[in-house]
């Protein structure tokens, strides 16, 4: 009788400790913008998009609940930071997604190689994040700019499109998408006419137009994003600008903004969006379910490598960044988002991007109904190789 | 009952004018201060103690001075671009990056106050906000600040060569940086006490006089220009030290530190905590950082809050929570 009491307390003694354990929720969380500019793009969508994946993987993960938790940074980075660092150090959160705004991004990229925790980057576009700044726990996920900027170009100049004028938003994220797509332009043999530099959120964009129209290039590229870009397109159909207009950064919500009116026949590069393939639509309609919108590549994103990390912790058998990053890293994914994506040494995932064109007012079918696929970009020519990156993490 | 009450009435008046009384608040606050860390999550406590120090600089200049500054965002900005750039790329230890970043926000604050000071109310409201949009803008441009991604991965480094400011000590099951509280601690304090020195000082007396009624304090024979400017400058190298400790404790130096929203929220911290009262600031600035820190998982509702707050306020009282418990109090706090 003794001995037994001895080992049940013994047993139980041993016990609770991993009871405890397995009932401990693996926590999420999503830091996002909820009330500034990028609100459409990531924000409560991407809470959503998140909750979404924590259901599709049974609510479960080890014999854990799955626990989504979310903050607005408010665009300010110390603030995206701080928050970051109390979810590390006193909530247990394993993994940090969307992180919209590349200074907020960066940041926590950032803290994460330092608290040894895997934050996934889908809202920013900053090609910092996997050069300079790259870090071993660090993914960007749905774009870059680089993409982008390299898709519309590549496409255009093949189209004969061959020379530009840039309307380029003045601070480092304008600096960069006009150079990448400049240096692809004069690559293929096309000609630069002309940058003209806007300060950041100009809501008269006449002058820079005027000097655009009479540059006499055949296209002219907006590298600036968000209300930028909306007031700067918004306005070139006002002046009855004839040259081909092309932005270097949109989104779905950009287009949804301007109407179809203003924006048909418009061209740019994509991660994500529902009309392009009978996986993305069916994603798109379950997500429209619950939200009440269509989602962006951002929110898309989210999704995606939400599944992914999950998947890699049942895969790793536990929550440690390091095994979760190697699984992640081995494990190719494979799924509405992507085919056969893979997170290369400096956390980039590569993955195809799409060329679409925005619908004629009379082609849509419906309030949603905006673009069509025009090329499919294949992931390794899409982003920048491996082997021109800066990132002290690939060996050369 | 009353024979017995009026000895000790007289016993008690007697306490209350002993000198320890007048340091009764500052004991308080520092017990207050020292047990925050181990309650509280402590990166969230050092920037509390941040704001409330650049609120009770910014009140310095409009509480006591009467200036209303809409542009001091660039020194607490500026002065954090400094130290992280000190640290970072020269490889200063923190305490000569924070001296550096102080007395460049002073250099600062000399140029824009000479300017500035020459006009009054609305006017010297919009000079200092159109300097300091031309800090905030020279800041989007210049390589060094790193334009929207900000100045990242500043390092907290050796305090003298030899305390690790990054160190963490185990308290209860919760790792505290306790080196680098009771740095940003003392700074604070440091601050806040030069503060309280330079209220109660015959400047302090004089920069009252200038502003209740300038044209008299000219007739007395005050140099007045001077008197403002000495307190344009105290007010924004205070500011640059809370913006430098700032960008120590979290580690990085944004575009939101040199924004004129970051003007306008300090305005803000100062009116709803109480213009003019010393205490006033403080309590200003751990309601709006709180709230806003507190808020940041409610979405939008972060700024609906924060402005009905301040609706209530102007509606109710109009003195700010401090200036209005000093005001039923019939004290000065």
């Known amino acids: 009788m003794q001995a037994r009491i001895k080992t049940l307390v013994v047993a139980t003694v041993v016990a609770l400790p991993l009871a405890a354990q397995a009932a401990e929720p693996l926590k999420i969380g999503i830091l996002t913008d909820m009330s500034g500019v990028y609100a459409g793009v990531g924000g409560k969508g991407s809470v959503i998009a998140a909750e979404l994946a924590a259901a599709d993987a049974g609510g479960k993960v080890l014999g854990r609940p799955i626990q989504i938790v979310a903050a607005d940074h408010q665009n300010k980075a110390d603030i995206g930071v701080s928050k970051a660092r109390e979810w590390f150090d006193t909530q247990g959160v394993a993994m940090i997604n969307d992180l919209t705004n590349s200074g907020v991004g960066i940041a926590v990229q950032r803290l994460g190689t330092e608290k040894k925790r895997i934050t996934i980057n889908n809202g920013a576009g900053s090609t910092a994040l996997t050069n300079k700044e790259c870090g071993p726990y660090g993914v960007h996920y749905a774009y870059d700019t680089y993409a982008l900027a390299k898709g519309t170009a590549t496409a255009l100049m093949k189209q004969g499109l061959n020379s530009w004028f840039f309307l380029q938003a003045d601070y480092a994220f304008g600096q960069s998408l006009q150079n990448d797509a400049a240096a692809i332009v004069s690559g293929m043999g096309g000609k630069v006419l002309g940058t003209v530099k806007h300060p950041l959120a100009t809501t008269d964009f006449s002058s820079y137009l005027l000097q655009a129209q009479s540059s006499g290039a055949k296209v002219v590229g907006l590298a600036n994003a968000g209300g930028d870009f909306v007031n700067g397109v918004k306005q070139a159909k006002e002046f009855g600008l004839k040259q081909t207009l092309v932005g270097l950064l949109v989104f779905d919500s950009d287009i949804k903004a301007l109407g179809l009116n203003t924006a048909q026949g418009m061209k740019f590069t994509t991660a994500y969006s529902w009309e392009l393939t009978p996986e993305m639509e069916a994603f798109g309609k379950r997500f429209f379910a619950k939200a009440g919108f269509m989602p962006t590549m951002t929110q898309a994103g989210v999704y995606s490598s939400t599944m992914h990390y999950l998947n890699a912790v049942k895969a790793a058998g536990s929550d440690d960044a390091d095994a979760v990053m190697k699984k992640m890293r081995s494990t190719p994914i494979n799924d509405f988002f992507a085919k056969k994506g893979v997170i290369r040494a400096d956390g980039r995932m590569v993955h195809d991007m799409y060329l679409v064109e925005v619908l004629k007012p009379s082609e849509s079918k419906g309030p949603w109904d905006q673009l069509r696929l025009v090329a499919t970009i294949p992931g390794d020519v899409a982003f920048k190789p491996l082997s021109a990156s800066e990132c002290s993490l690939v060996k050369k | 009952m009353e024979t017995l009450a009026s000895p000790s009435a007289s016993r008690l008046e007697k306490r209350v004018n002993h000198p320890f009384v007048s340091y009764l608040p500052w004991l308080v606050a520092a017990v207050v201060c020292l047990a925050a860390p181990f309650l509280i999550y402590p990166v969230f406590v050092m920037e509390l103690l941040c704001f409330a120090l650049f609120a009770a600089a910014f009140n310095l200049l409009l509480g006591f001075g009467g200036l209303l500054s809409f542009g001091h965002a660039c020194f607490f900005g500026g002065a954090a671009y400094l130290c992280g750039h000190a640290l970072k790329v020269w490889g200063l230890t923190p305490e000569l990056g924070i001296v550096l970043a102080t007395l460049g926000a002073g250099v600062l604050g000399v140029l824009i106050g000479m300017v500035a000071i020459r006009r009054q109310g609305i006017y010297f409201a919009m000079v200092t906000l159109a300097l300091a949009q031309i800090v905030f803008f020279s800041c989007l441009q210049l390589p060094q600040t790193g ?187």
């Open chain 2, 147 to 333: 334009g929207e991604d900000g100045l990242q991965g500043i390092p907290r480094g050796m305090l003298f060569g030899f305390i690790d400011l990054s160190a963490e000590v185990m308290v209860a099951g919760s790792k505290i940086p306790l080196a680098m509280y009771l740095f940003v601690l003392t700074l604070c304090f440091g601050g806040y006490w030069l503060i309280w020195r330079t209220v109660h000082s015959p400047f302090g007396v004089v920069l009252k006089a200038i502003r209740e009624n300038e044209p008299r304090a000219i007739s007395l024979g005050y140099r007045v220009d001077a008197y403002k400017l000495t307190a344009f400058v105290l007010s924004a190298m205070l500011s640059g030290l809370a913006g430098a400790t700032k960008a120590l404790v979290v580690g990085l130096a944004s575009l939101t530190d040199v924004s004129w929203h970051m003007s306008g929220e300090v305005v803000l911290m100062t009116l709803l905590g109480g213009m003019g009262t010393l205490l006033g600031p403080v309590v200003g600035a751990v309601t709006v950082v709180s709230l806003h820190h507190e808020l940041s998982a409610l979405g939008s509702w972060v700024t609906v809050t924060i402005g009905v707050i301040f609706v209530v306020c102007v509606m109710a009282f109009r003195r700010g929570i401090v200036g209005e418990i000093a005001y039923r109090m019939k004290r000065s706090f």
